[in-house]
């Protein structure tokens, strides 16, 4: 994959990732939580030896010195140590608890000894890393005495006193976070390239040419600047033939997309044109609903007695067409549409208006298409873009009939990306996704 394939990638599945990164995140913050608050104090010792005046004394002694610092660090962090302090200030917590908080460390070549001590609170870690330092020093000099009231051969004096801290020093949560954040990208970059891959849904038209058996009419962007124009495209390449008046738009993807229907139509009512746009959609997501006429009575009704057309076609004057609404659908409905008086509807339109538009449901969703296909002068087939399968128009092609002439293209219709917004009022769309 490329640049441009992954940027693509990310435009389509960026929910999955964020989904991911909040969660990783989320469980980086929740076990950080639960881990114990520490806090460090540090002091640190010089170790010498009583040497003589020369400077050949001072060189054996602190060579012997740097010998003995090997020795004091494990001293530093004894048994005999944390007893004593452990003693001295009755702690709570067991000597072995106390050895392992605490830590003494010598740079090399050095005869110093830093002492760290580790506690659940600043203070007491101070205090703590003194006390280590005091039994140290006093272990070292009853250690180093080799006679009685004689000066120790050996002492340990402190350089740097222990500090109060004032921050803690673990858990660093800073990089839990920064772990979880990359772990959450890498997670969600996966899942999204596994989810793409899973993915047989239609995105371009170049996918939809290679295995379209008739040609595309149009590429509608909703929303965008150049969607009118292909809309006017669209209606100069359906002008060319005079005899074309009524047209039957039905959706090769499993729902209705009556937003192409609508747009045409309008397009055709800019030309000053009489446009009728009959919604005989039986699955009740057509055009109707957005139209003024949706309680009025409509197509049904018209289906089931012998009224005029014209008593039940409605101005809709915000997109400045005509529009014959459904109306009232029964049990009947569907099989009234594959009847003569369906036939005559049309007929009467054609005396009243210039152009027809018929728009009906999916292919898939109802045998509605393949009986209005004989009865309109020409069909065109829409597809969503993003939201169907290849195998999906495939399948409606094959229920329309692959050789049906009436059929004479296609039209492809896609939304512009959803919101953040809409994304959070609807986050099980997160999923279909």
Same mark, same amino acid.
């Given at each position: 994959?490329?640049? $441009?394939?992954?940027?693509?990638?990310?435009?389509?599945?960026?929910?999955i990732?964020?989904?991911?990164?909040v $969660?990783?995140?989320?469980?980086?913050?929740?076990?950080?939580?639960?881990?114990?608050?520490?806090?460090?104090?540090?002091?640190s010792?010089? %170790?010498?030896? /009583?040497?003589?005046? &020369?400077?050949?004394?001072?060189? #054996?002694?602190?060579? *012997?010195? #740097?010998?003995?610092?090997?020795?004091?660090?494990?001293?530093?962090?004894?048994?005999?140590?944390?007893?004593?302090?452990?003693?001295?200030?009755?702690?709570?917590?067991? %000597?072995?608890?106390?050895?392992?908080?605490?830590?003494? @460390?010598?740079?090399?070549?050095?005869?110093?000894?830093?002492?760290? %001590?580790?506690?659940?609170?600043?203070?007491?870690?101070?205090?703590?890393?003194d006390?280590?330092?005091?039994?140290?020093?006093?272990?070292?000099?009853?250690?180093?005495?080799? #006679?009685?009231?004689?000066?120790?051969?050996?002492?340990?004096? %402190?350089?740097?006193? *222990? +500090?109060?801290?004032?921050?803690?020093?673990?858990? #660093?949560?800073?990089?839990?976070?920064?772990?979880?954040?990359?772990?959450?990208?890498?997670?969600?970059?996966?899942?999204?390239?596994?989810?793409?891959?899973? !993915?047989?849904?239609?995105?371009?038209?170049?996918?939809?040419?290679?295995?379209?058996? =008739?040609?595309?009419?149009?590429?509608?962007?909703?929303?965008?600047p150049?969607?009118?124009?292909?809309?006017?495209?669209l209606?100069t390449?359906?002008?060319?033939?005079?005899?074309? @008046?009524?047209?039957?738009?039905?959706?090769?993807?499993?729902?209705?997309?009556?937003?192409?229907?609508?747009?045409?139509?309008?397009?055709?009512?800019?030309?000053?044109?009489?446009?009728?746009? @009959?919604?005989?959609?039986?699955?009740?997501?057509?055009?109707?609903?957005?139209?003024?006429? *949706?309680?009025?009575?409509?197509?049904?009704?018209?289906?089931?007695?012998?009224?005029?057309?014209?008593?039940?076609?409605?101005?809709?004057?915000?997109?400045? $067409?005509? @529009?014959?609404?459904?109306?009232?659908?029964?049990?009947?409905?569907?099989?009234?549409? !594959?009847?003569?008086?369906f036939?005559?509807?049309?007929?009467?339109?054609?005396?009243?208006?210039?152009?027809?538009?018929?728009?009906?449901?999916?292919?898939?969703?109802? /045998?509605?298409?393949?009986a209005? /296909?004989?009865?309109?002068?020409?069909?065109?087939?829409?597809?969503?873009?993003? +939201?169907?399968?290849?195998?999906?128009?495939?399948?409606?092609?094959?229920?329309?009939?692959? !050789?049906?002439?009436? =059929?004479?293209?296609?039209?492809?219709? &896609?939304?512009?990306?959803?919101?953040?917004?809409? =994304?959070?009022?609807?986050?099980?769309?997160?999923?279909k996704?």
């Amino acid at each position: 994959m490329g640049l $441009i394939d992954y940027w693509r990638l990310l435009r389509r599945r960026w929910p999955i990732i964020v989904a991911a990164v909040v $969660i990783c995140t989320g469980a980086a913050y929740g076990y950080a939580s639960t881990l114990p608050t520490e806090y460090t104090a540090s002091s640190s010792v010089y %170790v010498s030896m /009583a040497t003589g005046t &020369s400077v050949n004394d001072s060189y #054996q002694g602190g060579l *012997a010195a #740097q010998q003995r610092v090997r020795s004091y660090v494990d001293l530093a962090n004894s048994v005999t140590v944390a007893t004593f302090v452990h003693d001295q200030l009755g702690l709570k917590s067991s %000597v072995n608890d106390l050895r392992g908080r605490i830590v003494a @460390v010598s740079p090399p070549a050095t005869t110093i000894i830093i002492i760290t %001590v580790k506690d659940s609170t600043a203070a007491g870690a101070r205090v703590l890393a003194d006390e280590v330092v005091s039994q140290f020093r006093a272990l070292v000099s009853k250690l180093e005495v080799t #006679q009685t009231d004689a000066a120790p051969a050996a002492r340990a004096e %402190v350089i740097d006193k *222990a +500090q109060t801290p004032t921050q803690p020093s673990a858990p #660093q949560k800073k990089r839990f976070y920064i772990l979880g954040l990359l772990a959450g990208l890498a997670l969600g970059l996966g899942a999204a390239i596994v989810r793409d891959k899973l !993915d047989k849904r239609v995105r371009t038209s170049t996918e939809l040419e290679a295995f379209l058996p =008739m040609p595309i009419l149009g590429i509608v962007d909703d929303g965008r600047p150049g969607a009118a124009g292909e809309l006017r495209r669209l209606r100069t390449r359906l002008t060319e033939d005079p005899e074309l @008046v009524s047209l039957l738009m039905t959706s090769l993807s499993p729902h209705s997309e009556p937003d192409v229907a609508i747009g045409l139509a309008r397009t055709f009512a800019d030309t000053g044109a009489r446009v009728v746009l @009959v919604d005989a959609d039986t699955t009740g997501q057509g055009s109707t609903r957005r139209s003024p006429a *949706a309680t009025s009575a409509g197509l049904a009704e018209l289906l089931r007695n012998s009224a005029t057309p014209s008593s039940a076609v409605m101005a809709w004057p915000e997109v400045g $067409i005509n @529009v014959l609404p459904l109306g009232g659908m029964d049990f009947r409905t569907p099989d009234l549409l !594959d009847s003569e008086r369906f036939s005559d509807i049309i007929s009467k339109l054609r005396s009243e208006f210039d152009h027809i538009l018929v728009e009906c449901a999916p292919v898939t969703a109802a /045998a509605d298409a393949i009986a209005l /296909a004989r009865r309109c002068d020409a069909t065109i087939g829409i597809i969503e873009l993003g +939201q169907t399968t290849s195998n999906q128009v495939r399948g409606a092609v094959a229920t329309f009939g692959v !050789d049906n002439k009436r =059929m004479i293209g296609t039209v492809v219709f &896609s939304r512009p990306h959803r919101s953040v917004g809409d =994304m959070v009022r609807h986050p099980l769309d997160l999923v279909k996704r």
